[in-house]
């Protein structure tokens, strides 16, 4: 599979952004979807990941403002960001599991978001 984010750019503090990523070359459902995030001179870190058991982990510093979803039908991964903080800052990337092979996983190449004034 591969994934091509897009949707990141500058936003003011409080503004939303809507990143995507979207899937080609594999069949979309055999995979489990998440958005992780890597600011400068940090690790990168979970946003937002499905869980085996059907529920969706999220970062405690996005819960209630991000939301993971996905269009099968589009093959294609969404992370809706509201009330955006300087801190959400970082390069987003989109991650792909495979849903019985777990240790297949495949990244995107991320998009930029800053917060900024």
């Known amino acids: 599979v591969q994934l091509v984010e897009s949707g990141g750019g500058l936003v003011q503090p409080g503004g939303s952004l809507r990143l995507s990523c979207a899937a080609s070359g594999s069949i979309f459902r055999l995979y489990s979807m998440g958005w992780y995030r890597q600011a400068p001179g940090k690790q990168r870190e979970l946003v937002a990941e499905?869980?085996?058991?059907?529920?969706?982990n999220y970062a405690d510093s996005v819960k209630g403002r991000f939301t993971i979803s996905r269009d099968n039908a589009k093959n294609t991964v969404y992370l809706q960001m509201n009330s955006l903080k300087p801190e959400d800052t970082a390069l987003y990337y989109c991650?792909?599991?495979?849903?019985?092979?777990?240790?297949?996983?495949?990244w995107g190449q991320g998009t930029q978001v800053t917060v900024s004034s």
């Open positions: 499905p869980t085996n058991g059907g529920s969706t």
């Open positions: 991650k792909a599991t495979h849903r019985l092979v777990r240790s297949y996983v495949v």
